[in-house]
């Protein structure tokens, strides 16, 4: 069963390292190409997702469709400790048919990580 995941973060470096981490340490497969969200409209999701206020907006987020079945991400997710927010969306949650319908209306998710290595 597709599900989501919204990446909510600080700063974009941090959601790109977020993005990473979930394939390559978590082995959690991506079903598409990650999309960049509006920061608003991950917060808003997150609100409706999670029934509670936000602590603090995010300043980047991203979606992506995930190849695995959400519980088994959110068991994943738990193990890798990603440095961004990381809301997972399944077909249970109101959202998701808005996510599934918008995907594709997002622009695509740079998640080149090299210009992080020359920072460091």
Known sequence: ????AVVRGDNLDKVKIALHDMQHHGKISFRSTPRNMVPE????L?????????KSNCIAAAV????NNAGVVINKLRKIHPPAHIVVVSPRHEAFNDLLNNLNDYPEFNIDLSSLERKA
């Open 1 to 4: 069963m597709t599900s989501f």
């Open 41 to 44: 409209d991950a917060d808003n």
């Open 46 to 54: 997150l609100v409706s997702v999670m029934g509670v206020p936000l």
């Open 64 to 67: 992506v469709e995930l190849g």
